[in-house]
């Protein structure tokens, strides 16, 4: 039963933009934090950004500030936009939520940023 699902990734230029998707029918986010992280090729998955429950956010250095995570509870759907970006973040990235003491992975989106 799929529980997260991405969307928005795909192949930009460097110095553009993305706005990745994190939405889900059966975990209600407003209630939960979440989480995106992203793995470069050949490297650990490493966390991104988080939006908390009650609304407060962090970043990774290497993106802030050039990626934005908000979360819009009418759609139950979080949101990373992510802006000027570099061919070093090029990776899959992922969606992540902890509910009821379970954990939960999206299945991942590609980001590709040429140079």
């Known amino acids: 039963q799929v529980q997260l699902v991405e969307s928005g990734g795909g192949l930009v230029q460097a110095g553009g933009s993305l706005k990745l998707s994190c939405a889900s029918s059966?975990?209600?986010?407003?209630?939960?934090?979440v989480a995106w992280f992203r793995q470069r090729p050949g490297k650990e998955r490493e966390w991104v950004a988080t939006?908390?429950?009650?609304?407060?956010?962090n970043y990774a250095d290497s993106v802030n500030p050039r990626f934005h995570i908000w979360r819009d509870n009418a759609k139950n759907t979080v949101y990373l936009e992510m802006t000027s970006l570099k061919p070093e973040d090029t990776a899959i990235y992922y969606c992540?939520?902890?509910?009821?003491?379970?954990?939960?992975w999206g299945q991942g989106t590609q980001v590709t940023v040429s140079s």
């Open positions: 992540n939520t902890v509910s009821r003491g379970r954990t939960y």
């Open positions: 059966t975990i209600r986010f407003s209630a939960n934090g």
């Open positions: 939006v908390a429950a009650g609304g407060a956010t």
